[in-house]
């Protein structure tokens, strides 16, 4: 597993669910997510691109949820997160 294939992403999914985590694509097509939350509140001003960006904000609420299996019909994009995401 090379770094591009597990890294610290924000998910966007079917039925608005938004989540962050480390992620990794599986070869079955799978989105495995660890050190998974759910961004219940962004706290941004520009949207997820300033939150990828700029990492959790004030206002950004998080509810961690674990480790999240995601089938690839369910995932609409990911966005790429900034190295210190990783240390919230």
């Known amino acids: 597993m090379n ?3 597990n890294d610290f992403k924000i998910v966007v999914l079917l039925d608005r669910w938004v989540l ?4 990794e694509l599986r070869e079955d097509g799978r989105t495995v997510i660890t050190n998974a939350s759910v961004i219940r509140i962004w706290g941004t001003k520009r949207g997820l691109g300033e ?3 700029k990492g959790k904000r004030p206002d950004t609420e ?3 949820i674990g480790r999240v299996v995601v089938g690839p019909r369910d ?3 990911s ?4 190295k210190d995401w990783g240390k919230v």
């Open 62 to 64: 998080l509810d961690p």
């Open 75 to 77: 995932l609409k994009f």
């Open 51 to 53: 939150l990828a960006a």
């Open 20 to 23: 962050w985590g480390n992620c």
């Open 3 to 5: 770094e591009e294939e």
């Open 79 to 82: 966005i790429d997160c900034a």
